[in-house]
């Protein structure tokens, strides 16, 4: 099955493909679609919910490297994930080293989690929660979701059930980093918030560490979520690297 998508800009322009992360969807791009408007946008929608098959991290890589192959018609292509869509992403370099020429890694975990299936089991317990506004405001806060976006965020997490989260929390707790992505020949440019978990600051290290194409940045005071938090610095950490021009002071380079 392809991928549902949405298109927007310059098609004659370079490919800009945004992945967005589980528990989300491609709306969580609005504000850097309007802001790459001059350039060829494609935001695909993951196929997390109600399917016939369950959730894969490397299925759905393999979804979009037929999209991305579909529309590129032989001009650069910047692909940018988040979360669970970074995994996809790296998920993406591993499969096909040269496909993309810029690669935007954000909050994407790598390393295993400890004791990933109990923490799995108590997620499903308090699934039913999603069906709890109040809940589901809670979590929204967390992930920088604005008002505007929080109907169609809650009407989302609530038809999750139970089976869903339970494979996407493996899929995503369970995700290391492929072996070919090292051969990945992108800019790579891996970011994580200051005020994220401390295996996710790791794991943005670990990438760097795997890639001598890597580059790295630390969004001060931000949980998961920075393109949500603060678009317009997201948006322009976006222009300045692909510019190959200094990153703006708010930001801090992890170079260890």
């Not at 997390?48 to 001009?75: C, T």
């Not at 317009?232 to 021009?245: G, P, Q, T, Y």
Request: charged fraction near 20%; proline fraction near 5%; glycine fraction near 6%.
């Amino acid at each position: 099955m392809k991928l549902s998508y949405k298109e927007y800009g310059n098609q004659h322009a370079p490919l800009m493909i945004f992945i967005h992360g589980g528990g989300v969807g491609g709306w969580m791009w609005d504000r850097q679609v309007r802001h790459f408007s001059s350039y060829h946008v494609v935001v695909p929608e993951l196929e997390i919910l109600e399917n016939a098959s369950p959730f894969s991290i490397h299925a759905s890589a393999d979804h979009i490297i037929a999209l991305i192959e579909e529309k590129r018609k032989n001009k650069p292509v910047i692909a940018i994930g988040f979360s669970l869509g970074a995994q996809i992403l790296l998920a993406i370099l591993g499969k096909k080293p040269y496909l993309v020429d810029y690669a935007m890694v954000n909050s994407a975990l790598v390393k295993s989690w400890p004791f990933t299936g109990a923490l799995i089991q108590t997620s499903a317990f308090f699934q039913p929660l999603a069906k709890s506004k109040a809940f589901s405001r809670l979590q929204a806060k967390s992930l920088y979701i604005e008002e505007p976006y929080f109907e169609t965020y809650y009407r989302n997490s609530s038809r999750l059930r139970k089976q869903d989260l339970a494979v996407l929390l493996k899929e995503n707790m369970s995700f290391t980093l492929p072996s070919n992505f090292k051969l990945a020949s992108a800019d790579i440019l891996v970011t994580v918030g200051e005020k994220e978990r401390s295996i996710m600051k790791e794991s943005a290290k670990e990438i760097r560490r795997s890639n001598p194409n890597c580059r790295a940045l630390m969004f001060p005071e931000i949980g998961h979520g920075i393109s949500l938090a603060k678009p317009k610095l997201f948006n322009r950490v976006i222009d300045h690297w692909l510019a190959d021009i200094e990153f703006p002071d708010e930001v801090m380079a992890i170079n260890e």
